[in-house]
Nanobody, 119 residues
Framework: HLHLVESGGDLVRPGGSLRLSCTSK???????IGWFRQAPGKERDGISCISPSNEITDYTDSVKGRFTISRDSAKNAVYLQMNNLKPEDTAVYYC?????????????WGQGTQVTVSS
């Protein structure tokens, strides 16, 4: 059973950067992995997904040019590089397994990591 763990969340000032990591003790190379976020009082929204063949599917335009998803198979990890962070990026960020293609629907979720953007 795949168990995903997110890390890298922190308090950062507007304009700052963070890199979130999604790892597992089990191999994730055959899974599409998506990043999602949930802001206080809002629904969980999709950000981006990377397939087992490293094709990227973006789920929102709101972070285009600022957030980048990537995979490091040697480290069994998927990353979300977040640059030029804004207060509206404040949320709990989750990674999820989406089967073997980017469907937009996660079926195995990590516990989440908090990102707070504030001056």
């Amino acid at each position: 059973h795949l168990h995903l763990v997110e890390s890298g969340g922190d308090l950062v000032r507007p304009g700052g950067s963070l890199r979130l990591s999604c790892t597992s003790k089990e191999t994730i190379e055959h899974f599409a992995i998506g990043w999602f976020r949930q802001a206080p009082g809002k629904e969980r929204d999709g950000i981006s997904c990377i397939s087992p063949s490293n094709e990227i599917t973006d789920y929102t335009d709101s972070v285009k040019g600022r957030f980048t998803i990537s995979r490091d198979s040697a480290k069994n990890a998927v990353y979300l590089q977040m640059n030029n962070l804004k207060p509206e990026d404040t949320a709990v960020y989750y990674c999820a397994a989406e089967s073997d293609y980017c469907s937009g629907y996660g079926y195995l979720w990590g516990q989440g990591t908090q990102v707070t953007v504030s001056s």
